[in-house]
């Protein structure tokens, strides 16, 4: 069963914004949190924000906070990433996760249990 579903991807010139969406089921939403990753080519897949479902605190890479913003639709069980300023490092693939906030000390704070498929932003100089 597909337990998560991203979209809204696409390209922008820098500078420009883009909102993600990260559509999931109803029983992944209501028993894990949900965070965004991403995968530019040839790099490790890395952390880009998540939440905490208990208290709803947000976090965020260092590389890109400020200019992102994570938030949810618990009526559409929808969450999802707000992107601006971006600059043409922010191009990757952008994958949500569904997982539990395990703090320590290392980023990212999410165990991940599921994965979406995925969706391709790029931006271009």
């Known amino acids: 069963e597909v337990q998560l579903v991203e979209s809204g991807g696409g390209l922008v010139q820098a500078g420009g914004s883009l909102r993600l969406s990260c559509a999931a089921s109803?029983?992944?939403?209501?028993?894990?949190?949900i965070g965004w990753f991403r995968q530019a080519p040839g790099k490790e897949r890395e952390g880009v924000s998540c939440?905490?479902?208990?208290?709803?605190?947000?976090y965020y890479a260092d590389s890109v906070k400020g200019r992102f913003t994570i938030s949810r639709d618990n009526a559409k069980n929808t969450v999802y990433l707000q992107m601006n300023s971006l600059k043409p490092e922010d191009t990757a693939v952008y994958y949500c996760?569904?997982?539990?906030?395990?703090?320590?000390?290392?980023?990212?704070?999410?165990?991940?249990?599921?994965w979406g498929q995925g969706t391709q932003v790029t931006v271009s100089s």
């Open positions: 996760a569904s997982g539990i906030i395990s703090h320590g000390p290392s980023w990212p704070p999410l165990r991940v249990a599921y």
């Open positions: 939440f905490s479902k208990s208290d709803g605190s947000t």
């Open positions: 109803t029983s992944t939403f209501d028993d894990y949190t």
